[in-house]
C-alpha cells in the first residue's frame, strides 16, 4: 500500500480520534482534561514521528 497525504492523514486523524475517544469513554481523566492536556500532546507526539518516519523513509530509499 502506497501513502499519499489523503491516506496519511486519515490513518493519522483516526488513530487521535480512536484513542482520545477511549480515554473519553473510560472514566479515568476528567473530558476536560483529555481534551485540553492530552489531545495536544497527541497531536504533537504523533506530528513528531510523522516527521521522523517520513525522514527515516527518505534516508532508506536514497540508498546512503
Known sequence: MEFD?????VAFVAL???GVGALL???V???STVL???L???VVFGLLCLALGVR?????T???
Not at 5 to 9: D, M, Q
Open 5 to 9: 497525504l489523503a491516506k496519511t492523514a
Open 16 to 18: 487521535i480520534a480512536l
Open 25 to 27: 469513554l473510560v472514566p
Open 29 to 31: 481523566m476528567a473530558a
Open 36 to 38: 485540553t492536556m492530552v
Open 40 to 42: 495536544p500532546a497527541m
Open 56 to 60: 527515516y523513509g527518505e534516508f532508506r
Open 62 to 64: 536514497s540508498g546512503r
